[in-house]
Every structure is written in C-alpha cells, then in structure tokens.
C-alpha cells in the first residue's frame, strides 16, 4: 500500500524519535487519516529485524480492524490475545492484544518483560488508565507509540505524564484543505438546551444527568431533523442507551427510517449492515460508534451528548469526516447549549485551539442562518483579529522601544510572525518543561531573541526551530524585525530577508531617517 505524504513523514518521525532515545513518542492524526495505516508501517519496519511487536486496543471492532489494516499495509498477520486465544508460543512477529485480558496478571507475566520490542496504544488518551499502565509498565523497555486524535491542553499534559515526546501531529483543518477529508459545514439550529444544572463529574458532565436534561427537547429535536437531515445519512451521538432508544422510536413516530444500537444489541453488526446498505437514514447511539467503526458514506452528525473533551468531540464528528463518492460535506447540526460554563466544546473545537478565535468562528456560525464552511469561518475569523492583534503589537512596540533594548522579546516576536503556536505555546512533555540549556540561550541571543523572557526547555526549542525555518525560508530575522518596527513598518515579519536588508539599508544612507516617500505603516516591501 502507497503511503500518504503525511503518512510517510509521520512514520520516519516516530522512528527518529525512537532513534534520539525518547523511548515513549506520540502520534497525533485526526480521525479518518489513516492512523492504522501508519502504525502498521511502522510495525512492519520496527520487526524487520526479527523483533516482535505488541498492538493494544481496549475493544474488538479496533483489534480486528488493526488486524486486517495490518494485513493489508504489510502482509503480516497477527497472533490474537484476547479471552481463550493467546499468542504464546505463536511464530507470528505481531501480537493484537485485549487491554482486558493481558492486564490479568497471569496472562500477562507469562510473557518475559523484553518479549516486545515495540508497542503500540490505539486511542492513547487511555494509556493512564491502571490495565494500560500495568501492561506499559511490564514491558518497560519496549519503545512506545500512542496514537490518538487531537488532544485538548488539559489532554496532552495528562499524557506528558507518561510520554516523552510528541512525534508528529497532522491537523484537522490541513486534512481538510489537502482534500483527505472532507470539508465541514457547521449549522446552528436555534433552539436552546438547557444543560445549567448539569454537573461535571471526572473532567466532564455527567451523562446521566444530561439524559435527564435532554428529555424534554427530543421531539423538537426529531422536529429540527425533518427540516435539515433529508436526503443525508446521519448519525447521532446520546448520553445514555434509554435516550438514544428513546430518541430513534420519535424519529420514527415522525417518519423518519431510524435505528438504535448498542452495546448489548444482539443484532448489532445487521443494523450496522442495514445502515450502510440505506435501510435506515438515522443511526442513533449512546457512544458506541465513537470508535473503531467506519461509514464515509455518513454526511451528517448531531452531537446531542455535549462534552468538554476536545478529543472525545472530534471522534464523534470524525465519525462524518471521510470521503465517499458524490460525498460535498459533512453537515454538522449545533444547538444553542444554555450554560453557565465556558468550555463546552463547539465545532470550532475542531480546528481552533486558541480559545479567542474559537469564539470567533463560534459567533460566525450563529450569524449564519443557512451555515458556514468551518475553514471559511476560521479565515474570516483569523482576518476578524488581525487589527487587533496589530493593536497589541502598537502597544507591545511603544513599550519595548521606551526599553531601548537591541533584542526581540519572545512574545513581541510571536506577535510579529503570526506564529500562534508561539503565543500561546504551554509546555506538556517533562523535557518541555525543564529549564532552557545555556547552549539554547545562548543560540536565542546570538539570533537577537531576549533570553530572560525564555521560561523552558519547549519554548527555547519551539523558538529555535522557528528561526531556522525562516532562516530557510529566506525571512527576515529577528533583528531586522526590531528595527524596522521602531521605525513603524507593520508585517514586517512576513518580509523577506533581503527587502528588510535594503529597507536597513535605506534608512542607514539617510541619516537614519525614514527615506523621503515611505510611509511605513502602508509600506509594502
């Protein structure tokens, strides 16, 4: 199987960091990019030297399916460890394990601690949880990938606990715009859910409560779904079993072709079929779908189980993001959510983590009654903060230059390029947050960056890498950037290097004053 391009660097990068000694590395692709198929790569060339390796994963749809993808990205076939199937003694080079079953302790000790040489978590966000660690921590000296969507801040640190690196991410909103999934068409339908007294229990809100919130809204809902989800395959995500049975009979009652499955649906696998195959338009859940099962065909998602967790709210709206055939867009149905708290996750959630500019999209989509492209909102909302982010660099600048020092302040620098990861950069792994080297000071300085404002080991690394992609690019420098903005050039940091140079130059021949005809906030290199 011919890789992706992503797919290609994402596997060189993993072994890299293998390579460099971060033993625990992680992979971050959204949902519908293909992370089995990159992990299967993986496996295969980590085990070409005779080494085995191990594939965890918490539920049977996701050890079958890293079975076949395995198969078919390879060749190799796989040993099962799951209930009465083990792999020891097997001659295969790849086991797929039951996180349930290994973690017995007999199971598990039946295998020597240097058995594997590789591991690979599927959905790593459950790398934390006691059966994962108690495998993890037995096979202590095998090299780690966990794979898992996108990660919230409050996600990543909770797996910079255990991880050492992050190896390679790939962003929802570049799959979208590199044509690998497809585009997101947000629509806010105006009815208001009042979830106020719902509490939040383990980092989240609590799901039997939010059934109970829900109940009295399900017949509008099933009302709003007449006007918006004809003609589309949808699937809808609920807190609990009784609501979503509850929810697919008033479908139904409204004439809609709906189903409802579960975990204890006997003919679970003949509703999914009968899905696929058009017998039913609406497919309703209590989370079951949110991994491990695959329909591009689906082109429509209501989330009606609200969450705070940025990755559990992608996987459910990943479930509508792949391509198929005569496939335009995903339809993504929003409701007004009435709630005191500020951290529900909205489809903005999907390509923004800057809160600010996820209020942004946010408010375009309430702006638009017939819906808004997401890629298009977050243009229009990233043009929306440019004058103010210009503002606060005004500002920024006014009070560097009565400093009258000849470095770039890191922050002031972030302002200048654009750079948003810089802005708002937070360190997770350990290394990340550890003291910045004197050698990277060091670089910072002799690259006209204020070294005392650089807290970490992450930020130094994030800032240097900046510098030399630039360099690269053939971009202005630091320096330059400073000293044309003392003069009032705005943008500067998208100039190149050698239009920065001569402006310097300009200015040195005359007299260190502005050239005659320059206005410097219009100028254009």
């Not at 579960?262 to 949110?290: P, W």
Request: charged residues 25%.
């Amino acid at each position: 199987m011919e890789l992706r391009p992503y797919q290609n660097e994402a596997v060189q990068a993993i072994r890299n960091e293998w390579k460099d000694g971060r033993q625990k590395t992680l992979l971050v692709l959204p949902t519908g990019t293909g992370k089995t198929v990159v992990f299967s790569k993986v496996v295969e060339e980590e085990t070409q030297d005779g080494s085995k390796a191990l594939i965890l994963a918490h539920r049977g749809e996701l050890l079958d399916q890293a079975s076949v993808k395995l198969m078919e990205t390879s060749g190799l076939d796989s040993a099962l460890e799951k209930a009465e199937s083990s792999s020891i003694g097997s001659k295969k080079k790849v086991t797929v394990a039951s996180v349930q079953t290994l973690s017995q302790e007999k199971r598990l000790t039946s295998f020597s601690k240097d058995y594997f040489k590789t591991i690979v978590v599927d959905e790593a966000h459950h790398t934390m949880s006691d059966t994962y660690q108690r495998i993890l921590t037995h096979f202590d000296g095998a090299n780690v990938l966990g794979v898992t969507a996108t990660p919230d801040r409050s996600d990543q640190k909770s797996l910079g606990k255990f991880f050492d690196s992050k190896a390679y991410e790939y962003s929802l909103h570049q799959a979208i715009r590199e044509g690998y999934l497809c585009p997101v068409k947000a629509q806010m339908i105006p009815l208001e859910l009042d979830i106020h007294n719902v509490t939040v229990s383990n980092g989240d809100y609590a799901v039997g409560e939010i059934g109970s919130a829900l109940e009295p809204y399900l017949n509008q809902i099933a009302l709003e779904m007449l006007k918006y989800c004809k003609g589309r395959k949808t699937v809808v995500f609920l807190p609990l079993v009784k609501t979503s049975q509850r929810f697919c009979e008033l479908l139904n009652l409204h004439g809609i072709k709906a189903a409802e499955v579960n975990g204890n649906s006997k003919d679970r696998d003949e509703i999914l079929a009968d899905f696929e195959a058009g017998e039913y338009d609406v497919l309703c859940n209590s989370m079951l779908l949110t991994e491990g099962w695959d329909c591009p065909a689906v082109d429509c998602i209501i989330v009606l189980r609200p969450t705070k967790i940025r990755s559990l709210y992608q996987q459910m709206v990943g479930r509508g993001m792949r391509l198929a055939p005569n496939k335009k867009e995903l339809l993504l149905l929003d409701f007004l959510w009435m709630t005191e708290r500020h951290d529900l996750c909205r489809p903005s959630a999907l390509i923004s983590k800057d809160a600010d500019l996820a209020k942004r999209i946010d408010q375009k989509m309430m702006d638009r009654e017939s819906g808004i492209d997401l890629l298009s909102a977050e243009l229009e909302a990233e043009n929306d903060a440019i004058k103010e982010r210009e503002d606060a660099l005004a500002r920024e600048l006014a009070a560097m230059r009565r400093k009258q020092q000849k470095l770039v302040d890191p922050i002031q620098y972030a302002f200048s390029i654009a750079a948003d990861d810089l802005a708002n950069y937070e360190p997770s792994f350990a290394w990340e947050m550890a003291p910045a080297t004197s050698r990277q000071l060091e670089y910072l300085e002799r690259h006209g960056i204020y070294p005392d404002s650089v807290s970490n080991c992450g930020l130094a690394s994030l800032l240097i890498e900046k510098l030399k992609n630039r360099q690269v690019e053939g971009l202005a420098t630091p320096k330059q950037i400073r000293f044309l903005e003392r003069y009032g050039f705005i943008h500067v940091g998208m100039w190149a290097f050698d239009a920065a140079s001569k402006m310097i130059t300009r200015i040195a021949e005359n007299r260190w004053m502005l050239p005659r005809g320059v206005s410097a906030s219009s100028y254009q290199p």
